[in-house]
């Protein structure tokens, strides 16, 4: 296993669309994190899965995120109408248990 | 005031200094994680530690759990270890609170 994948790595947006994010975690990690992180700033936590259960939801995700893990595996992250304060580097993260381990990110802008 | 505080924000140092960023943290923790995050976004860990003190290799890190204080140190300082680091403390089963980061650049 090559740790947690994310895809895409970069992506650029115009305003008002709608951008999606996976994440694949290590094969045997029960719980899957997102975290965004803009610039200067340490990652900020926007939801937790384990296994396909949403369990926490961040006030930072508005009614525009979405987050899934359909079969408790790989997760998904969608963006609808991006504006330009989304920019920023999204963060995937998983574990088994207290040991996190990260993605690369994909870092989004909006322009 | 964050839950997590890390100094400096910003470190310069020669190649061969011995180098320490701090954290300390407000609330109460299962664990505590150093992080080294290089320009591209990716997030490598370093140590996680509930208490004492962990080594690797040129690098060390210690926790005070009465204090809620930890250290990184690095030893022999070169400029591949020009990176931010971030401390982020696990709060709760699951919950990573993060440090803002320290961002060290190593001279040669």
């Known amino acids: 296993d090559t740790g947690v994948s994310q895809d895409p790595r970069h992506k650029i947006t115009k305003r008002g669309q709608n951008v999606t994010f996976r994440c694949d975690p290590i094969?045997?990690?029960?719980?899957l994190y997102w975290y965004r992180q803009t610039l200067g700033q340490g990652p900020e936590f926007l939801t937790y899965?384990?296994?396909?259960?949403?369990?926490?939801k961040s006030r930072l995700l508005s009614d525009r995120f979405s987050a899934e893990r359909p079969k408790g595996s790989f997760s998904t992250l969608e963006i609808q109408r991006t504006e330009q304060g989304d920019s920023a580097m999204y963060l995937c993260?998983?574990?088994?248990?207290?040991?996190?381990?990260f993605g690369q990110g994909t870092r989004l802008t909006v322009v | 005031k964050n839950e997590v505080e890390q100094s400096p924000q910003n470190l310069t140092a020669q190649e061969g200094e011995f180098i320490t960023i701090n954290c300390s943290y407000s609330?109460?923790?299962?664990?505590l994680h150093w992080l080294q995050q290089h320009p591209g976004g990716g997030i490598v860990s370093l140590f996680m530690l509930s208490s004492g003190k962990k080594k690797h290799g040129r690098l060390i890190a210690t926790i005070n759990i009465q204090e809620k204080h930890s250290s990184l140190h690095i030893t022999a300082s070169h400029p591949r270890d020009s990176a931010v680091y971030i401390c982020?403390?696990?709060?709760?089963?699951?919950?990573?609170?993060f440090g803002t980061g320290t961002r060290l650049k190593v001279l040669a």
């Open positions: 993260a998983s574990s088994k248990e207290a040991k996190a381990f």
């Open positions: 094969s045997e990690h029960n719980r």
């Open positions: 609330v109460g923790i299962s664990a």
């Open positions: 982020a403390v696990l709060s709760g089963t699951y919950k990573y609170i």
């Open positions: 899965f384990q296994n396909e259960a949403q369990l926490e």
